[in-house]
């Protein structure tokens, strides 16, 4: 009788000593996959104007992974240069990559389209303009806004500094390069919306996502800035939202990641209610 009781007792063990090993098998694993999608991680740099997007995605995008997930709105200029000398992941650009930026080994990737607004102070009576006359504007030619069927006072230039994908393609789509005639040359979006929303005779230029109604989006040729009308292309004053790598490089495993997902079309929706069009 003692040695049957012996057995059994020798059996419990053992069945207990396996189960022991499965839960420390199962827990060793859970850890090591935590532990994993913490130490991946992704950093962006580059563009202020694809801050609102890039932010909602990289947020969500965080909270399902784990993976930690940084942005460092510098400018379109400054985001292209970082990834090119390895100093972030993927570069963030509201402007397509130059010739000579693709001949130095980056690629380009269409995020979604952006309407740059035409945006004045909302005490300003003026709602519509056209592609020549704000070309006219920004060169100098017209310098008072009665002469476009406003207030008369004399016209404020507010635009973006020198390397901005937001000035690149508001001047190439106006058709001013190198000729507008700034009182201001401002860093960030941000910064344009709050000196436009407070001076009277104040125009700029800003990406559509991140308007506020602190400042007024005129028409241009007619057509109102909005989800549809930069999607159906009659709102002319658009610009692409790009994601920059190198193209001879593969990205690390978190930075490839977070390109799958914010490129899927799970992310479509998270990329509208930032205010832009994905270019799914």
Request: charged share 20%; with cysteine; aromatic share 4%.
């Amino acid at each position: 009788m003692k040695k049957i009781i012996s057995l059994l007792m020798a059996s419990v063990m053992c069945v207990g000593i396996l189960a022991g090993c499965g839960a420390n098998e199962t827990t060793k694993e859970t850890v090591q996959t935590t532990t994993n999608s913490e130490n991946l991680s992704v950093s962006t740099d580059g563009s202020t104007s694809m801050e609102k997007v890039i932010g909602s995605l990289g947020e969500v995008f965080q909270q399902e992974t784990g993976i930690s997930f940084t942005y460092n709105p510098t400018g379109s200029g400054s985001g292209i240069k970082a990834v090119s000398e390895g100093r972030c992941d993927i570069g963030l650009s509201s402007r397509d990559l130059k010739e000579e930026e693709v001949a130095s080994g980056l690629t380009a990737t269409v995020l979604a389209y952006d309407g740059i607004a035409i945006i004045v102070n909302p005490e300003n009576p003026v709602e519509e303009l056209t592609s020549e006359t704000l070309a006219k504007i920004y060169t100098g030619e017209i310098t008072n806004w009665s002469e476009v069927g406003g207030n008369d006072t004399e016209i404020v230039l507010i635009g973006r500094e020198a390397g901005s994908g937001t000035r690149d393609g508001f001047e190439s789509i106006t058709g001013t390069e190198d000729a507008c005639k700034y009182r201001q040359e401002l860093t960030s979006t941000g910064d344009v919306i709050t000196t436009v929303s407070q001076n009277p005779g104040a125009v700029g230029y800003a990406s559509l996502a991140s308007v506020k109604d602190t400042v007024k989006a005129v028409s241009v040729d007619g057509v109102i800035p909005s989800e549809e009308t930069i999607k159906d292309g009659s709102y002319v004053v658009q610009r692409p939202f790009v994601l920059v790598t190198k193209t001879e490089e593969a990205l690390s495993e978190g930075a490839q990641k977070f390109f799958d997902y914010i490129t899927s079309d799970e992310a479509v929706e998270i990329i509208a209610g930032a205010g832009v069009v994905a270019a799914k």
